[in-house]
C-alpha cells in the first residue's frame, strides 16, 4: 500500500486500465524501471487534458503534474543537501534548479521515449504536441507524482535519482553557462505571464568600462534586479534574482 493510503487507512482499489494504454503497459513500465501496484495512477500520468476532453474521462496529469513538481523538489534538495555538505544556500538553489528546470526535464523525457505513450487528443497528435516540450516536462513530474503515491517517498525519491539527478552528473559545471533569462522566460511561457520585459535603469563608471543595472518587469510589476558589465551580464543577474524570488513576487495562496 502507498503512503497515501497507508495515512488514510483506505484500503486500495484495483481500478483496470483502458484499452489505450493496457497494450504498451508492460514495455512502459520496463522502460521506466518501475512496475506499478496500481496502474491506473501511470495510465492518469501521461493522460492529457486534451485526449480527456476528447474521451469524456473526468481526469488528466495536471493534479499529479502539481504534485510531482513538489516531490521533486524535495527528493531534489535533499540529495544537494546531503551530497555537498560544504555549499551555501544560494549555490544549493542554482544547482537544484538546474535539476529541475523544464528544459531539462524535457531531455529526461526525451531519454525515456515517453512522447510515444502520451494520451492526447487526434487533434493535439496531429498537431505535433506529443513533442511538445512543455508536455514532455509536465509527464516527467506528474510520473514522479504517481510513484510517489504508488510507492511512498523511497520508491520516488529512487526514480528521480536514478532518471533525473544521474542523467546531468556535470550539473556543477553547468552552472558556469546556466541560462538564467531562458529559464525565466520558460517559467513565464507556462504561467502564461506574458514574456519578462528588461529595463536599464541606471549606468554608472566611464564610457570604457560601465556598469549597467537593470529591473525585470512581469505583468507590470518589477520582480527583481540586477547589474553587470554589460546589458547580458545584467539580464541574467536580475532574471536569477527574480528566480530566487518567486514564491515571494508570485505567492500561490
Not at 521506466?32 to 496502474?39: A, E
Not at 481526469?59 to 513538481?69: A, N
Not at 546531503?82 to 538553489?93: D, P, S, W
Not at 520582480?223 to 539580464?235: I, L, R
Amino acid at each position: 500500500m502507498g503512503f497515501l493510503g497507508k495515512f488514510f487507512g483506505k484500503k486500495e482499489e484495483t481500478i483496470p486500465v483502458s484499452t489505450s494504454l493496457s497494450k504498451d503497459l508492460s514495455n512502459i513500465q520496463k522502460a521506466l524501471r518501475y512496475t506499478f501496484k496500481q496502474p491506473h495512477l501511470l495510465e492518469q500520468a501521461l493522460t492529457h487534458s486534451s485526449f480527456a476532453s476528447q474521451n469524456n474521462i473526468q481526469y488528466s496529469y495536471e493534479r499529479l503534474e502539481f504534485l510531482g513538481d513538489a516531490v521533486l523538489q524535495l527528493v531534489v534538495s535533499d540529495y544537494l543537501v546531503k551530497t555537498h555538505a560544504h555549499l551555501n544556500e544560494g549555490t544549493l538553489t542554482k544547482y537544484r534548479t538546474i535539476l529541475v528546470n523544464g528544459a531539462y526535464l524535457r531531455e529526461c523525457a526525451t531519454r525515456l521515449q515517453l512522447s510515444q505513450w502520451i494520451l492526447l487528443s487526434d487533434s493535439s497528435r496531429q498537431s505535433g504536441q506529443r513533442d511538445n516540450e512543455s508536455i514532455l516536462a509536465d509527464v516527467i513530474e506528474s510520473l514522479i507524482a504517481a510513484i510517489y503515491i504508488d510507492g511512498g517517498y523511497r520508491q520516488a525519491a529512487q526514480w528521480v535519482k536514478e532518471h533525473v539527478i544521474d542523467g546531468k552528473p556535470d550539473y556543477a559545471d553547468e552552472l558556469r553557462s546556466f541560462n538564467y533569462k531562458g529559464q525565466l522566460a520558460e517559467k513565464c511561457q507556462r504561467l502564461k505571464l506574458g514574456n519578462p520585459v528588461y529595463e536599464v535603469t541606471k549606468t554608472v563608471g566611464p564610457d570604457h568600462d560601465p556598469l549597467y543595472m537593470i529591473q525585470v518587469r512581469i505583468d507590470e510589476k518589477v520582480v527583481g534586479f540586477g547589474e553587470g558589465k554589460n546589458k547580458k551580464e545584467a539580464s541574467q543577474h536580475a532574471s536569477e534574482d527574480t528566480l530566487k524570488n518567486w514564491d515571494i513576487q508570485f505567492p500561490t495562496d
